[in-house]
């Protein structure tokens, strides 16, 4: 089992940033892969960006340039780093925790970008 707790989630106006955090009850290493996703009411949840155990990267194209995926192995946390924010990036984002075939979730962050 991995528990997986968000936070850094909030208001912000349009073209400013947010961090989001998600720390991991279980250690970094053992988890194959890392993400943020997010979901708007009657959309399916969408990838925001990943991060290997090896530290390889994947993005959305809707935020290649403005959004950093990071992880503190250290610390058993990931990062989300979120720049020049959009109205249309206003969701609930959720961490994600990939390993042994399992995925894992936390409850959720909500980010509300204002115009």
């Known amino acids: 089992q991995v528990q997986l707790v968000e936070s850094g989630g909030g208001l912000v106006q349009a073209g400013g940033s947010l961090r989001l955090s998600c720390a991991s009850s279980?250690?970094?290493?053992?988890?194959?892969?890392m993400g943020w996703y997010r979901q708007t009411p009657g959309k399916q949840r969408e990838l925001v960006a990943t991060?290997?155990?090896?530290?390889?990267?994947n993005y959305a194209d809707s935020v290649k340039g403005r959004f950093t995926i990071s992880r503190d192995n250290a610390k058993d946390t990931v990062y989300l780093q979120m720049n020049s924010l959009k109205p249309e990036d206003t969701a609930v984002y959720y961490c994600?925790?990939?390993?042994?075939?399992?995925?894992?979730w936390g409850k959720g962050t909500l980010v509300t970008v204002s115009s």
């Open positions: 991060i290997t155990r090896g530290g390889i990267t």
């Open positions: 994600n925790g990939r390993t042994d075939g399992v995925d894992y």
């Open positions: 279980r250690s970094m290493f053992s988890i194959n892969a």
